[in-house]
């Protein structure tokens, strides 16, 4: 008697940031149309990606609504945990499980994570700051919520390219010769995807509103203090944190840091060039 | 005779001076702190073999006007609060890489 068997479609997108391609399987055809639709520009045509997600979606909770997300190493895995998502990462294998509710924010939240596992042992690091390519340079614009990062995005004028508003991808250069700034799909209060390029980061700028539009020099240990400050890094691992300080050590001895206090309009931009 | 009380460095944090300032990110929380002049000097010296006696002797006292011992007291506090932060090792013992203070950071 033949035995009967449950046949279970997959469908699978690749989703890159930074150029690293995550492969995310799904059972769930509507759940892979709004990923398509979530991280349109960062879809890649490969069929294969450097990481494999697989998602299984769940109604469950997995803690309580206002915690905020946790993540744990344990035998040579990564655990990840905030109400809407449950996932554990394995380095060795590139794989991931997830257990999630059917909504992008969950898988933002797993992507971020692993990009930040994955860019701490590249030299790299995940920055809370909107970035732009202007002259074929790119420029970050870091600062805490209410510091601007929306106001300078949204006033770039049109010979920028708008990488992020919210969290850039910062990486040094496969030469080592400097760091290099990519788009991102992580969106802040501007909603709007960055693009899906790169370019070389001439500049980091600490942002300040004002009543005048100024470029002020920044003390190195500000310019330590303040990049740490944010970067995004959510493991409680010596080894990570010991590459991630060192990595931001190196970024403030390379790319130049400034203060920039600006008057909300678009004549801040006639100062980054 | 009084305790003597050895500190050393947290294998589980990361630091760099960066100008005149110690920086210094601790695994637990992924906490930066910066620390201040005495502070630094503590922590520069904090070998695991040179008791705090010692070190408040010959790298504070000698750097800031204060009597060995208000100086003594205000660095076995300021180690306390350090361990507390996970920046420093603390033991009444010699601190080795197989000292138990050491040994409990690995389990």
Known sequence: MPELALQVEHYSTVIA??????????????????????????VSAKQTGEFEFDVELVESTFAKPWTEVSVGHHSGRWFMQRADFRAEWNP??????????????????VLRIVH????????????????????????????????????ISRLAPADVTLLTDEISYVRLSDEGEG???FGTPFTGELAKLGENTSAPIAALYLLAKGQENRIEPV???????????????????????HRVFQTACDFIHRVPVYRLTFVPDARVWEMIR | MSRKLYVARSPRIAARKLGE????MAAQGSTLFTLNPTATILWQAADGATPIEEIVEHRICSE?????????RDAEALAQDLAEHGILLISEEPITPKSPVQEQLRQ
Do not use: C, W
């Not at chain 1, 997830?98 to 969950?106: D, L, T």
């Open chain 2, 64 to 72: 800031f006007e204060v009597t060995p011992e208000e100086a003594l």
């Open chain 1, 17 to 42: 940031v930074g150029g690293v391609a995550v492969r995310v399987n799904t059972t769930d055809s509507r759940f892979l149309e709004l990923l398509e639709k979530r991280y349109s520009g960062f």
């Open chain 1, 219 to 241: 003390a190195v240990a500000d310019r330590g203090r303040e990049l740490l400050a944010n970067v995004l890094f959510f493991a409680e691992d010596p080894e990570l944190v």
């Open chain 1, 116 to 151: 930040t596992l994955v860019l701490a042992k590249q030299g790299g690091f995940l920055l809370h700051s909107a970035s732009a390519i202007r002259n074929g340079k790119a420029f970050l614009f870091a600062g805490v919520s209410g510091a601007g990062k929306t106001t």
């Open chain 2, 21 to 24: 300032e110690m920086l210094v």
């Open chain 1, 92 to 109: 060795a294998t590139r794989t991931a499980t997830i257990q999630q509710n059917a909504n992008a924010y969950s898988m933002d939240a």
């Open chain 1, 179 to 181: 760091y290099v700034a």
